[in-house]
């Protein structure tokens, strides 16, 4: 089954341990992205990447780091996480430029 | 202002009903229009991908885009309880560079028995 996985689904941690969300697609799409969706203020794109070793920031990029060494793998690394990135992360995949996504199921994540 | 600009909500119907949701827009670079369909708990799911203006039809679903006003719709023919989700509208332009959408707070759809 087509698909992108994120893990885990939901985390509460505490401000400034590191954490890592992973993120994998079995398409092989050539882009990635992740959003984080608040209320009231939608989905927001964080970073995205254009291929393997290529990425870029996205509307909201501070505070988060990402890394692709691998087309099916891009996950997302909060190095110390604060309250203010407490939301809910969406990871897609999209296989052309023209941007329709395929997304994951979703990580809430809570820092307290 | 945003860039699009989608009215929250949330929107109740009788089963049956003929929905109309909306975007507007700033951008006249966007030329790729899409809506999303997200229930709760769940990864928004692509729903209708149009490019330029016109309207597209997909069984219960017409998407329509007119950049003239920098408008699009989604119109729900015979709404069903299964149709109870939030709709996205999500664009982007072709800026050579990857793909990046930019997307509404999205509108809470409730269609009631």
């Known amino acids: 089954e087509a698909q992108v996985t994120q893990n885990p689904r939901y985390l509460i941690t505490v401000t400034g341990k590191k954490l890592t969300v992973t993120c994998s697609q079995n398409?092989?799409?050539?882009?990635m992205s992740w959003y984080r969706q608040d209320p009231g203020l939608g989905l927001r794109q964080i970073y995205y990447?254009?291929?393997?070793?290529?990425?870029d920031k996205g509307d909201v990029p501070e505070g988060y780091k990402v890394s692709r060494k691998e087309k099916r793998n891009f996950p997302l690394i909060l190095e110390s996480p604060s309250p203010n990135q407490t939301s809910l992360y969406f990871c897609?995949?999209?296989?052309?430029?023209?941007?329709?996504?395929?997304f994951g199921p979703g990580t809430r994540l809570t820092v307290t | 202002q945003k860039e699009v600009e989608q009215d929250p909500g949330p929107l109740s119907v009788p089963e049956g009903a003929i929905v109309s949701l909306n975007c507007t827009y700033s951008?006249?670079?966007?030329?790729?229009f899409m809506w999303y369909r997200q229930y709760s708990r769940k990864g928004p799911e692509l729903l209708m991908y149009?490019?330029?203006?016109g309207n597209k039809e997909d069984g219960r679903f017409t998407a329509q885009v007119d950049k003239s006003s920098k408008y699009i719709s989604l119109f729900i023919r015979d709404s069903q309880p299964s149709d109870s989700a939030t709709y996205l509208c999500?664009?982007?332009?072709?800026?050579?560079?990857?793909?990046?959408?930019?997307f509404g707070t999205g509108t809470r759809l409730q269609v009631t028995l």
């Open positions: 897609a995949s999209t296989p052309n430029r023209g941007g329709e996504q395929y």
């Open positions: 398409m092989n799409h050539e882009y």
């Open positions: 990447s254009m291929n393997v070793e290529v990425t």
């Open positions: 951008n006249s670079a966007f030329q790729y």
């Open positions: 149009t490019y330029s203006s």
């Open positions: 999500a664009m982007s332009a072709n800026t050579g560079t990857a793909s990046k959408l930019t």
